[in-house]
């Protein structure tokens, strides 16, 4: 801190006052780019590690500028859950990927399933529930094609408010999976008590998964614990196929990753799906 001419203290530094800056400047252009429709959705195939099949898709948001640059969800998301934009994004995104859902059930895809993020400030929000509703009566997707990804930490965390959605969501016929799993600490008795479907294994963990037997412990740990909870298991960022055959010896039950597919946009989305006799 130093020293302002009034003698009170100024508390930030030359260089926190440009990092302020940047992040109001990057809060303006995401209001503009929501205003302009410069976000979009991409979807990334998830498929069962045994048959090859596909079983679903998780939606990822896109920010495109004007000029071709994207802006990475990573850095755009906490500063839309700063300023509570992430509530109407989080909506939107919702509809948008049932809308998919709906057009790809169409094809004749039959019973895929359509996963979507959302951050927790989402979750926390007193309408969570009647919007998530309002969103299945207005699309018509059946819930039991829907689930939701949220993070092991915001499932653990205020428990009886978060019991409380959690349970109002799978009432809804919609299921549930842990995001990043593995990077939190939730116990297994903490585990135990939750209304969820799937742990979804972090990426930090698959990519642990080499050649070697030594890798992988975490991975491992997961899926036997899904195994005794009797959890369905996803492993995310498979990137190569020993990957995919590690995960499946362990008894992993689906993967997604750049092993199989890179997020897609609808369109293209649509043309895998078709190439692969889907
Ligand atoms: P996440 O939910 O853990 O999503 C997985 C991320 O890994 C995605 O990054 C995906 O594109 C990337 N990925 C998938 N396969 C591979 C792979 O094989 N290798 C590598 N290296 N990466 C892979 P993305 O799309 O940049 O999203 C980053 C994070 O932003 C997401 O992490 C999620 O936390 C958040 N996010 C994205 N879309 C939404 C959204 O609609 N709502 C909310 N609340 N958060 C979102
Ligand atoms: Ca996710
Ligand atoms: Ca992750
Ligand atoms: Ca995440």
Redesign the pocket.
């Known amino acids: 801190a130093k020293k302002s001419r009034r003698g009170s203290f100024v508390f930030f530094s030359a260089e926190m006052g440009s990092d302020i800056r940047e992040r109001v400047r990057l809060l303006q252009s995401l209001r503009s780019a929501v205003e302009s429709e410069r976000l979009f959705?991409?979807y990334?195939p998830q498929v069962d590690l045994v048959s090859g099949a596909v079983t679903g898709m998780?939606?990822?948001?896109?920010w495109r500028n004007e000029d071709g640059t994207f802006v990475?969800?990573?850095r755009f998301?906490p500063l839309a859950e700063a300023s509570g934009m992430?509530v109407a994004?989080?909506d939107w995104?919702l509809r948008m990927a049932c809308h998919e859902l709906v057009r790809l059930q169409g094809m004749g895809l039959g019973e895929v399933r359509m996963s979507?993020?959302?951050?927790q400030i989402?979750f926390r929000h007193p309408e969570f529930l009647e919007k998530l509703n309002s969103a299945l009566l207005d699309t018509r997707i059946s819930p039991s094609c829907l689930e939701l990804?949220i993070?092991e930490s915001v499932a653990m965390e205020d428990a009886e408010f978060m019991l409380e959605t959690l349970h109002g969501v799978r009432q809804l016929g919609i299921s549930i999976a842990i995001?990043?799993f593995g990077t939190g600490y939730s116990s297994l008795s903490q585990l135990r008590q939750l209304p969820i479907d799937r742990l979804?294994i972090?990426?930090a963990f698959v990519s642990e998964l080499g050649g070697d037997v030594l890798g992988g412990h975490i991975a491992s740990m997961v899926i036997e614990l899904g195994r005794n909870l009797q959890l369905k298991v996803i492993a995310?960022?498979?990137?190569t196929p020993e990957q995919a055959a590690r995960l499946k010896d362990l008894g992993c039950h689906e993967g997604?990753?750049?092993?199989y597919a890179?997020?897609m946009t609808s369109s293209l989305l649509k043309e895998w799906l078709l190439a692969r006799g889907a």
């Open positions: 959705i991409v990334q998780e939606a990822l948001i896109r990475p969800p990573d998301i992430i994004i989080g995104v979507v993020n959302v951050s989402q990804e993070t995001d990043d979804k972090d990426r995310e960022g498979i990137e997604q990753g750049y092993f890179k997020p």
